[in-house]
Structures are given as structure tokens and as C-alpha cells.
């Protein structure tokens, strides 16, 4: 349905740029869901089958920062957005310096499962690509189809929910789709445990405020934003004991990551006791909101087919740093759980945003009579893709950190962390993720 001349620029258009072909494979594909449906197509990644949860983004750029996003683990990415590949893939080696957190992606490598696009493009043009969208596919182990109805499919979704699936490849493709009964659950898995740092470390550890980071399978962007704002960074596993060593820190922040947050309870009994001990800035992103949500009482769920893409309208509701209430802001989201709109919230919460589209919880924060300092967000301020509307919450936490040790005395002002005094032994380069 997607015509493929649409991708053949006109020579004059193309004359100057560096363009480059990527040879497709002719082997064929299919992508059957749970549901009874199959769609057909070609492969253009690695001709490999597998499962996953079929889901879809709305995002019409960005689909290598999306694909390297950790919260996408075990799932089957459909693009709404008709062609995809044209501006290729970029190196993901960043260079080394002290404020440097490793890769030019959102981690190390490709963590969807599979992708799903209507129209693949064979060329692809930018003055940083250094590959094609299928060699970055084959290279990684990563299958993917093109030629299907991604309207269709997403249409499906939309009215059936997130479903899981298989991307089958090759005689796979031509073979019957599984058994009901086959299909394997991503959500089953405590997929965080599979992308959250192994061992603690540090980035940019001459930055003026000590910052915790629980790492869920965080998104490098939001560990830039927090160094490009000076903070010396220690990340965590997400299961890591914070309140042995929280006296250490001026103040915490949770991850995104994938999957079920009822998956990490560990983490939010961790979380549940900070909260009841300790009174410096607390704020979490997605998969953090939710635990801090769940750690302060509220139920999380799973929604129909979540929220994916780089255009979903928050209202604020409540005024905190550069947030206004009462203003709308445009916001990256990639998220199939959230917060349930419990009446009363728990003493000494309230909701900061709620979503203009479908009215779920779009963020939480403590009351000014608390006397804490915590919020949550379930979009993804730090973007990497999408819009920079509310990129200033990085600096609002931070500037309350700052305040916060220049208020209190007895915070660890001058102490210098001595990472071996709690750090397990580690390589001399631990990645970002998984
Ligand atoms: N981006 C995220 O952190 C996602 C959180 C969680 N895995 C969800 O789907 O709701």
C-alpha cells in the first residue's frame, strides 16, 4: 500500500548527499499474533524467528534511539510511521571524556525484540550514518519485516490491546503460525534484572551534588542530562540496598526499564523505607515513577495498549520548578503500565500531571505539607527521541538537591565517596546496560 517509489529521490534532490543502498534479503516474513491474525512480508534483518509483545510507537523519528530505549526489551516494535531507515544508523561510540556515559544511543546496543515497518528504506542519507537501518538489524541479531500493513496491524492494537507475537522468518515465515499456547510473555520475566547494571558505577565523579541513580534499564539520555547539569553520578543496580549507603548521597533518582513494575517489589519495599527515612529530593522517570507511585501506596496497572510516541499532551496540575499548573506540555512516552487515580490519594501525595488524551497519571509528586521532595514523572523528560518541553525538570531536582545541602548541615557536605568502601568488584568498563 505504500508505494516504493516514495523512497527514490529524485536525482536532483540527491545529488550532493551521501547516499548509500542497503541490499535487502528476499527471504520472507510474517508476523503472526496471538490473536489468529498473520501479515506477510520480507525480511530485513536477522534470519532468525522469535516472541515478543507486539506494540506500537507513534514517533515519526528516532527509531534508533527507540530501538536502543532498554524499556523496549522483549518487545515487537511497530512503527506507525510508514518509512522507516531513511537517515540510517550512526556509530554508537561516543567519545572518551570525563562527562561521557559511553554510547551516542540510548544504550549499548538494539533492545526491542524485532521491528515491524511498512516500507524499509534501502537508502538512507545523513552526515553521521554509518550504516543502513538492515545491516544495524543483521549486525545485532535483530529480525525485522517490511512490506506489511502497519496501519492494519496498529488498528488491531489499538482495538485488542497489546498482544503478544512471533516475527517468523524464512521457512518459519511459510510454516503455520504457533499454537496459542506458544507464545511467550515478556512480562512474565524480570526483564529489569536483565538490562540494570550489574555493578555500581560513577560518572563524572568531580560533579558539585552526589546523585544515586537506581538503574531499571535507564536510557543514556537521562544519565547526560543529569552529568550535562554537573552532577556526579553513581549508578546502582535496581535492587541495590540505597539505604545502606543513602547518607552518602544529596539525592536519589529511579530509571525507566521494561516490563511489569510488580516485577520489582524488591525495589519498591527499598524505596518505601527511603522514603519513610529520608528527607533529600527523590524523582523517577516511567518505570521509577511507578515505584515511587507503588512505595507511596498507589496501585500500578496495565494499560489497554499504552502510550508510545513523541507527542502525548500532559497537563500539569500543580506547579513545582519550571512546571507551571494549568499549562499543557508535549511529552515523549513509551509505557504500558501506570498509576491508578486512587480518590483520596495517600496522605501527603498528589497528582502533578494527568494525560490530555486518556486522563491516566501522568505524574505524582509529595505535597508542599509533607515536608519531602519527591516526584515522578511517566513520560521521559530527557526525550532522545522527542520533544524538550519539560527538559528543565533535570535542573528543578538538581537545584533542589543543591538547596537541600546548603540548607542541612549534616549533609555530607565535603565527604568525598569512596567507591570502593561499597562497590562489589567490577570490570574496568561496565556498561550502561545489559
Ligand atoms: N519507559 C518505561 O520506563 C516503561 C515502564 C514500564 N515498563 C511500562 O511499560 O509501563
Redesign the pocket.
Known sequence: MFARSIIRLPTTLSRGFATHTGPLSALPAALHLKTGQSFHGRSFGSPRSVFGETVFSTSITSYTESMT?P?YRGQILVFTTPLIGNYGVPSNNAPINSQDVGVVLESQGIQCSAVVVADVAEKFSHHSAVESLASWCRRSNIPAITGVDTRAITRLLRDQGTTLGRLAIGADASAPAPASEQYWDPTTEN??DQVSTKYPYQLNPTGDIKIAVLD??A?ANILRSLVRRNAAVTVLPWNYDFNSIRDKFDGLFL???????GQCMEAVSILRKTLQEWNKPVFG??????IIGMAAGLE?Y??TF?NRGHNQPVLALASAGSIKAGRVYVTS??????LKLSDPFPQGWEPFFINCNDSSVEGIKSTSESGKRVWGV?F?PESAGGPLDTIEMFTDFLDECRLYKAENVKTPVGITIDAASFMMEQPARVQVSA
Open positions: 530505549d524499556s526483564l529489569v531499571f534499564g536510557k530509571t525507566n526499564g521494561p516490563g511489569n513494575p522517570i516511567c518505570m521509577g515513577h511507578q500500578a496495565r494499560m499504552g512516552q513509551n509505557h504500558q503500565y501506570a511517566q521521559h
